[in-house]
């Protein structure tokens, strides 16, 4: 019945800075943008498959504001440099008690992106139980 993630949304005050973190830094395609009065109003950002990030422009609401988004990578080393070149911060990478590579970093409007690069052993495939200490 689930089948995957479709999409996440996002509030922003600077479009044109999101598409530039989204599409110019991580290389990520820009699906299609929604327009309002004739104004650019917010885009879909393609993650692969059927997955999206949904962007429009605004405040972000004050309840249910979203606390990260989690997005899966095959080369994390590429990802962490792509940022950095691009002038973000992104942690080092660590292994997580998941057995999960795992980097974080805030888009332009402070939301935390977690990237996860898997390893054979990732629970999220294997099962198990993941000891945490935060």
Known sequence: MIKRLAHICIHTNDLAETQRFFCDS????KGF???KDGDLF??????????????FKGEPAEVGN????????????????ELR????EATDKKLGGDYTWQSWTRDPNGVRIEFHQYTEDSL???GG??????
């Open 26 to 29: 991580l290389v990520l395609e």
């Open 42 to 55: 917010g885009f879909y950002i393609k993650l692969g498959g059927k997955t999206f990030i949904e962007v």
């Open 66 to 81: 979203i606390d990260h988004i989690a997005i899966e990578t095959d080369d994390i080393d590429q990802v962490i440099s």
């Open 85 to 88: 070149a691009n002038g973000y």
């Open 129 to 134: 139980v993941c000891q945490v200490d935060w």
């Open 124 to 126: 999220q495939f294997k």
């Open 33 to 35: 943008e929604f327009e």
